[in-house]
């Protein structure tokens, strides 16, 4: 499809497993970015790609959360040792330029991984 | 810090109503500011945008807001709202070129 893909919709896991979730973005935009949201909350920063780099991860909570995009396209955040507390949707987004000239400022959401951890 | 606060967390309206939604961030410098909307079952996507020039802004479906820089507010209005309005609508300020920072959400239900 033409927008941003997620996968899984839905997750349910124990506390203490591990979880991959993958984000698909839209063709050639090279901005990715992952935001969590947790109920009755707005979005909240995590990390920011441009191309294959971190840019900006200072949103991420602790060392148990990582996140890759080895190639510049399809990135997976992964969870370590899941506790209760990161139970959330997880979104991911992306734009055709990240921060500089030519970026807009909108961002292309996918429609999010809910993760429960029992 | 920057935060933005979204007034009313549930609005319920009937058809044909106005709707005016409330935004207040906390920025001093220059502000870029968003409406993001989330209808029922979809993704989060863009509604309207201020970056510079006219602080009137219209976006899409006839929704319209207005930054008024001295009330530090960027207010979502609509002169006629429709049963497919219901959604949940997000205000968010763009914080160091790339991180947004975002309000809490406003579930507006439309009456038919």
């Known amino acids: 499809g033409a927008g941003v893909s997620q996968t899984p919709s839905n997750k349910v896991t124990e506390k203490g497993k591990y979880v991959e979730l993958r984000c698909d973005p839209i063709?050639?935009?090279?901005?990715l970015y992952w935001y969590r949201q947790s109920l009755g909350q707005g979005p909240e920063f995590l990390i920011y790609f441009q191309g294959t780099g971190a840019a900006d991860d200072s949103g991420l909570p602790n060392d148990r959360f990582f996140a890759v995009r080895p190639e510049g396209s399809v990135s997976t955040l992964k969870i370590q040792r899941t506790e209760r507390g990161d139970s959330a949707v997880y979104l991911c987004a992306s734009s055709l330029m990240g921060i500089g000239s030519g970026f807009t400022g909108e961002l292309f959401f996918g429609e999010g991984s809910r993760l429960t951890v029992l | 810090a920057q935060s933005v606060s979204q007034h009313n967390h549930h609005v319920i309206l009937s058809e044909a109503a106005s709707l005016e939604l409330g935004c207040n961030y906390s920025?001093?410098?220059?502000?870029?500011l968003f409406w993001y909307v989330q209808y029922p079952g979809q993704h989060l996507q863009l509604l309207l945008k201020y970056f510079s020039g006219d602080p009137l802004v219209k976006g899409i479906k006839g929704f319209e807001a207005e930054f008024i820089k001295s009330k530090f507010s960027f207010n979502l209005r609509k002169p006629s709202v429709q049963w497919s309005d219901t959604a949940e609508y997000f205000c968010?300020?763009?914080?160091?070129?790339?991180?947004?920072?975002w309000g809490a959400g406003t579930k507006l239900i439309i009456k038919p």
């Open positions: 920025y001093g410098g220059t502000v870029n």
């Open positions: 968010a300020v763009l914080r160091s070129n790339y991180q947004l920072i």
């Open positions: 063709s050639g935009h090279t901005a």
